[in-house]
């Protein structure tokens, strides 16, 4: 890293040398008076309780509104010569980038190579993730997800703290905090040197000049190579480490980007989740941090965070609330209710290298009893694990699961073999369990050739594919359920022109629903149509629209039916948590029903949903039956995922919220989470209760939850109206707790 040494002491001279490097050049100091997209900053904590400059950090909080954040600590750059760099490094790149995704970001201090030896530099980074557990309700930092990052030789504590979880030598005592877990949830690796043995790439010879990794081990390289391996992340690599992204420059003269490559064979051998992006002309720092690399890190982040699914409550629509979802396929098995949607992420995908595009590099399958309270299962199939796939197309489009003797198929799209290409194979994978584990098969299903799989299997047990390309095509699946069986047929020659994709097939009252997105006019978007016929592959007759384009021109929509507890839903999808970017969508659900001629009754979204509620439940009154003067808006323009709020700005505005089961025991109290600066008086009725209850709110400092009393004597499923009677108001949610 000698070069590194050169290169910094005439930036830190002068700003403006920068520009003067080579495209290897070093760029990963900013000048100060960077916008950090922060809305709270800690500065100057003093991790180590001994009031050293090299011994502080500074937390920066996100601008979006949640109680705690995931963490993650970035690590200055600097050769390991500096000890006071946490405000200059990386702010306006990976910092604001995390930050903008959701991230608490830690930026620590750390004693230099003057100050003292390595492990010094470890003991240090270990006892700022310790503090940050110990810490964590004082700071709303979510001890459970704590990352690393770093650029140069910060990405060498940062994959080193990744490595070395558990060595105790590495440990130290920095801080004390000992009870608190120094690992590290997932790491981040920005151009960082991981194995100082291996600078000259495996040459045979070592050329490189390891002056500063000499300085800071306090002897020569020179006859002391074994030695130096204490200093390497690679030496510590075990099949426990957390996952580790890395970013490296074909450019980067300071670090040889067979860093970045060698670091990421040894995890993947060990069989540790990596990702390697050998950014193309990129530098030690110079050509790094375009939006698409900083969005394949905070991608990879949310990735790992996501990985094991979770619960979730939400009855309103948008229905899945946990992160984006597209394309749902929802089947009955063993009498819960399964959905398989696609998954889309911040794009860092663009169609003819322009348009931002869809960006899906996993699925998780989700499943429910009550279509209320939700359960995410996490990731079942992921683009790197699928042998015939490319690992980094990002093109895993709608999927569909059925179920064939007790085992489960799961049909997916995804790109074939090297390059991004839109051509798509259809996949399969087979489980014992609707959840998963998954195992994928070795090649795509023989005789299709296209998107969109759909699966239906018939009352006589057979099994039909269905999918989209040129066309909306079918067959049977023979039995092994990787091929079909015979010739695949066109179903939707009767069909009115107008491009269609994302069909799908069910059964009812012995009549066969073929159900597509169809883009009825040129230019226009798409909306759902259908045909009917007397056998699977046809002929189908084509029946009409039953959901029309999105009002606010999100292209796709995708869709399933099921029958769940002797009601039909249709799931769908919109871009309720993306207004600006419709290929990040999320699934919807509503009811529907059938004319007696089996055609079906044209279906209304509506923000309703078809979930259960109780009303000692936080009711999102946004999520509204009817609406009148109200207005809706998002709760924190930061971050869409944290729902709407009802604005009621004049005397009358209301809104009705229907459904709500009040059971048989009246509440005493009302409680509203309200944001109001002149006070207000709000009106809750509902039609089977003795009166109408009149609720005032005192002015608030922001967000608050007011409580008042609640004296309507109110049982049973009801309609639930608020309405502005003084003053004016924000609400998020009201509930009526029994106690
Ligand atoms: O989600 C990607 C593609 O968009 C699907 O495969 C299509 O059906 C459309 O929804």
Redesign the pocket.
């Known amino acids: 890293m000698k070069k590194l040494l050169t290169v910094l002491s005439v930036c830190l001279a002068c700003s403006g040398a920068l520009k003067a490097q080579p495209a290897g050049g070093f760029g990963g100091f900013q000048m100060p008076k960077i916008d950090v997209h922060c809305s709270e900053k800690f500065a100057d904590i003093d991790y180590a309780g001994d009031d050293q400059v090299y011994h502080k950090m500074d937390i920066y909080l996100p601008r979006m509104q949640k109680d705690i954040y995931p963490v993650v600590v970035h690590i200055y750059g600097s050769a390991w010569y500096s000890n006071n760099s946490k405000g200059m490094a990386d702010l306006g790149t990976i910092v604001n980038a995390l930050l903008d995704a959701g991230y608490a970001v830690v930026t620590p201090n750390h004693r230099s190579s003057a100050d003292a030896k390595f492990p010094a530099q470890i003991h240090d980074i270990k006892g700022v993730i310790r503090f940050v557990r110990a810490h964590a309700a004082e700071y709303r930092l979510d001890p459970s997800f704590v990352a690393t990052s770093g650029f140069s030789s910060g990405g060498h504590l940062s994959s080193l703290a990744a490595t070395s979880g558990g060595v105790a030598e590495l440990e130290g005592a920095v801080g004390g905090n000992l009870g608190f877990s120094s690992r590290v949830d997932a790491a981040c690796d920005w151009s960082g040197p991981v194995d100082l043995n291996y600078m000259s790439c495996g040459a045979a010879q070592d050329t490189w000049n390891h002056a500063p990794e000499e300085a800071v081990m306090g002897f020569s390289f020179k006859g002391n190579e074994e030695r130096f391996r204490a200093l390497n992340a690679t030496t510590y690599i075990d099949p426990a480490d957390p996952p580790v992204v890395i970013f490296h420059g074909t450019e980067d003269n300071v670090v040889p980007n067979c860093q970045g490559s060698h670091f990421y064979e040894l995890l993947d051998k060990a069989g540790i989740r990596t990702e390697l992006y050998l950014v193309e002309g990129g530098g030690h720092g110079m050509n790094m941090y375009s939006e698409r690399n900083l969005r394949y890190m905070t991608n990879f982040l949310d990735k790992v965070r996501f990985e094991h699914g979770g619960t979730f409550v939400t009855g309103t629509n948008p229905v899945i609330t946990n992160q984006f979802s ?2 749902p396929s929802a089947h009955v098995f063993n009498g819960r209710l399964y959905l398989y949607p ?1 998954h889309d992420i911040p794009t860092v995908n663009y169609q003819r290298e322009t348009t931002p595009w ?1 960006c899906m590099s996993d699925y998780h399958v989700y499943s429910t009893d009550d279509l209320t309270h939700w359960t995410d299962h996490g990731n079942i199939v992921d683009q790197k694990d699928v042998p015939w796939g490319n690992p980094t197309a990002n093109s895993m ?2 999927p569909d699961c059925v179920e064939k003797d007790g085992k489960y198929y799961f049909y997916f799209p995804n790109a074939p073999g090297s390059g991004r290409g839109f051509g798509f194979g259809i996949g399969v994978a087979v489980s014992d369990s609707p959840s998963g584990p998954f195992t994928i098969y070795e090649n795509t299903v023989k005789g299709t050739g296209g ?2 799989p759909c699966a239906f299997k018939d009352d006589d047990g057979t099994v039909y594919l269905i999918w989209s390309g040129m066309g909306l095509r079918g067959g049977k699946l023979a039995a092994n359920m990787t091929e079909i069986d015979g010739e695949g047929v066109r179903l939707d020659e009767a069909f009115p022109k107008g491009q269609t ?2 069909p799908f097939m069910f059964k009812r009252n012995g009549k066969y629903y073929l159900t597509y ?1 169809w883009v009825r006019e040129q230019g226009g978007t798409e909306c759902l149509a259908y045909g009917m016929s007397d056998n699977p592959l046809g002929p189908y007759e084509f029946k009409g629209v039953f959901m029309d384009e999105s009002p606010t021109k999100c292209w ?1 929509n ?1 869709h399933s039916f099921v029958e769940f507890k002797g009601q039909w839903y249709l799931f769908y999808h919109h871009n309720d948590f993306s207004p600006t970017f419709d290929k990040n969508r999320s699934v919807r659900v509503d009811k529907v029903s059938f004319n007696e001629d089996g055609t079906i009754v044209p279906v209304i979204p509506t923000w309703r949903g078809v979930g259960y509620f109780r009303a000692s439940d936080e009711l999102n009154i946004d999520r509204y039956s009817e609406i009148s003067g109200a207005t809706v808006d998002y709760v924190d323009p930061y971050n869409l995922f944290a729902g709407w709020k009802t604005i009621f700005a004049n005397p009358g505005d209301k809104v009705r919220f229907n459904e709500v089961d009040f059971g048989r025991k009246a509440p005493k109290k009302v409680r509203v989470r309200v944001n109001t600066r002149t006070g207000a008086v709000l009106k809750i009725s509902t039609p089977g209760g003795n009166r109408d209850m009149l609720v005032t709110l005192a002015p608030s400092d922001g967000w608050a939850v007011a409580e008042a009393r609640f004296k309507a004597k109110v049982k049973g499923m009801q309609d639930v109206t608020v309405e502005l009677v003084s003053g004016a108001a924000e609400v998020d949610w009201i509930s009526f707790p029994l106690k």
């Open positions: 597209a394309d696609s869809f489009w709608a998107i969109d994709e994302g997105p796709t995708h």
